[in-house]
């Protein structure tokens, strides 16, 4: 591409196609000068349409738009048969005077560049157009062979060749006078400096400049449309109705997270402008992933979501997802610049979670990446689910992944914050620690489970929502993760004092009763926020004195399955049972079968969990409790939106208050 330098506008469509042809085709090291006027002894100027200085000479070049048959003679010219003006004998006319000029201000002993006339016939815009020459060297051309007659040696008239030197090239730009002047005006819109074309196709240019109004400079993006050089009228109006479009959009999106600065319009009747302050930090595809903490990595898909949510609620969508219109910074800063909206909010989702989904998996958090994977098959569209899940990790602690895999033993640390001090019990997938928060010197407990990849999603959710619920017969959930070097998943809880309600030694008159409504209680919350256990057994229930807790959440069903979980239950009604009525089930069943004296060896069936509610007294229970039981275990019981589940199952205010609630 040769440096162009336009002193003014073109006249019409033949030389704005002609130069742009010659702008782009000549070697970057010729000077390209349009609509140049060259300077007489008398003071008067002669316009030129181009003037090329190459390599091997300067070019004095006029440009036709003829169409059609041209027949070219030394003297005469005709076009289809009509007479035209002679165009070479006018450019070497203006090629001698040049030449003159030249000669007078060369110092003694330096030769002058060869200076030459030249006819450039473009027909329609290219096409369109057959030259005849009646004589083979007239320096007449068509777009075929005008980019080789001005490169190569055989194009040249001089009876001896010679290259131009630098110095001669100095000369030419002396003799016409205020070219830098001009260069600068060119490079400059209002108090808008281009420094460097970042994008170039016909009739759009992307170049980043300078605003540059007085004592202070800042780094800004220019977006201009060019209409003249396009193919058409039409698709020059589409394009400027685009780029109207986009100023409207981020006018409407400002103060947006994510959304750059922009400033108002420029319109200079051949060119439209739309400034963009130049976003902070780097494009995507160069931002050096693998350089960042993991801190910095959650920070930035944090802010990303954040700017995304924010332009969804205003009615937008970006839709430009490449790579390189995503800029982000060293602090975590998020923009897009191109913002299209021309994709549904779900499709928008979607190509967020592909654009960011490699920078989501180098976090190592299997609760970020998971959703990120799914969301780019578009199986989930939560942006709250995973900016939740994205705050909770930076607030709650430290989550870097550590250089070596933990040995799970006494002493381990899991997450910086828990050290493993006594093993409780194990089961094939997981194992329970009693554990000391080292920070707050408070006890807490650890557990570990293996194989539980497939159920980051769901866990997610149920982590979310458990860190945000408080109950005091429900565990408090500390932090979650996972083990580095590997898939398993630990949970940190706070300790819940006591004993599993199938290991409780002495039952204390009324105790059954508390512990049961505390815990239906509990359940009564939980599935209100649409909050299930899931794997409610007798190893779930811690018990101490006068309270009762449910503790691992979504996690224990391999506890459960040990314990009771669907052993108990007919398999078929098991399988199409709703989660609150499962629930309800683990939760009558489990008081039913510790509070039974039985053998350990005797037979556990899908009929023994009733069997063993017959056995009760059914006047001690309360007939509307023991038939509400009856209902759950056999899945008959309904539960009644509305109600509360102490009233569903015959319990009155009495029961309520004596259990604390």
């Not at 469509?13 to 130069?19: I, Q, T």
């Not at 050089?229 to 400027?240: G, L, M, P, T």
């Not at 009747?269 to 976003?279: D, F, K, S, W």
Request: glycine share 8%; with cysteine.
């Amino acid at each position: 591409m040769a440096r162009h330098i336009s002193f003014g506008t073109p006249v019409n469509d033949a030389e704005r196609w002609a130069f742009s042809l010659l702008s782009d085709e000549l070697p970057e090291d010729y000077l390209l000068l349009t609509n140049v006027e060259i300077p007489t002894k008398t003071g008067q100027a002669m316009e030129v349409d181009a003037l090329v200085v190459g390599e091997w000479g300067v070019y004095v070049v006029d440009v036709k738009g003829y169409i059609g048959r041209l027949n070219a003679g030394l003297h005469a010219w005709s076009l289809d048969g009509r007479d035209v003006d002679n165009s070479l004998s006018k450019a070497n006319y203006v090629a001698r005077v040049l030449a003159g000029r030249l000669k007078h201000k060369i110092p003694v002993g330096v030769y002058a560049p060869w200076c030459q006339g030249m006819v450039f016939v473009t027909g329609r815009k290219g096409e369109e157009i057959l030259l005849e020459k009646d004589h083979g060297k007239l320096s007449i051309y068509t777009p075929a062979q005008i980019i080789a007659a001005l490169t190569k040696e055989w194009g040249l008239t001089a009876p001896k060749k010679h290259q131009v030197t630098n110095a001669q090239k100095e000369m030419v730009l002396d003799t016409i006078g205020q070219v830098a002047l001009v260069e600068q005006r060119n490079q400059k819109i209002q108090d808008f400096i281009k420094l460097k074309c970042l994008f170039l196709q016909k009739g759009l240019e992307v170049w980043q400049s300078e605003y540059n109004p007085g004592g202070w400079t800042a780094p800004w993006l220019l977006k201009i449309l060019v209409a003249g050089q396009f193919e058409s009228s039409h698709e020059a109006e589409q394009h400027e109705i685009q780029l109207r479009d986009e100023f409207k959009r981020i006018q409407s999106l400002s103060g947006c997270t994510g959304v750059p600065f922009c400033a108002p319009l420029i319109q200079d009747g051949e060119q439209l402008v739309l400034p963009i302050r130049m976003p902070r930090g780097v494009p995507l595809d160069i931002f050096e992933i693998g350089q960042q903490t993991t801190y910095q990595l959650l920070e930035i898909l944090r802010r990303s979501i954040t700017g995304l949510q924010q332009i969804h609620r205003r009615g937008f969508t970006i839709g430009g997802w490449a790579a390189n219109c995503v800029f982000i910074s060293d602090q975590a800063d998020v923009e897009f610049i191109d913002i299209k909206d021309n994709l549904s909010i779900s499709q928008d989702i979607a190509e967020y979670a592909k654009a960011f989904q490699n920078l989501a998996e180098q976090t190592l958090q299997p609760r970020i990446y998971q959703w990120y994977r799914e969301a780019a098959k578009g199986a989930t569209t939560d942006l709250d689910a995973i900016r939740c899940d994205l705050s909770a990790l930076i607030d709650l602690g430290v989550c870097d992944t550590l250089p070596q895999k933990i040995d799970i033993g006494r002493g381990a640390v899991i997450d910086h914050h828990f050290k493993l001090d006594n093993f409780i019990s194990s089961t094939d997938n997981s194992q329970l620690w009693q554990a000391r928060h080292l920070q707050g010197n408070y006890p807490c407990c650890v557990s570990i489970y293996q194989h539980v990849e497939s159920k980051w999603l769901s866990l997610s959710s149920m982590y979310r929502s458990l860190s945000k619920v408080y109950h005091p017969h429900v565990e408090k959930v500390l932090s979650f993760g996972q083990l580095p070097q590997s898939n398993d998943l630990f949970i940190a809880r706070a300790w819940a004092q006591g004993v599993s309600l199938d290991e409780v030694s002495e039952v204390q008159l009324g105790q059954p009763h508390t512990w049961f409504v505390q815990l239906l209680s509990a359940l009564q919350y939980l599935h209100s926020l649409d909050i299930f256990h899931g794997a409610i057994c007798p190893k779930n229930i811690i018990c101490n004195h006068n309270t009762a807790t449910l503790v691992n959440f979504g996690i224990g069903s391999d506890i459960a399955q040990i314990h009771y979980a669907a052993q108990y239950a007919d398999p078929t009604l098991w399988s199409v049972e709703g989660d609150a009525e499962k629930d309800l089930y683990g939760l009558v069943a489990s008081f039913i079968d510790s509070l039974t004296p039985r053998s350990k060896q005797d037979a556990i069936g899908v009929n023994n969990i009733v069997e063993e509610l017959h056995m009760f007294d059914k006047q001690w229970l309360g007939e509307a409790f023991f038939d509400a039981c009856l209902k759950i275990l056999t899945f008959e019981f309904r539960i009644e939106p509305g109600r509360s589940y102490a009233e569903q199952l015959g319990l009155d205010e009495q029961d309520m208050i004596a259990a604390g609630m």
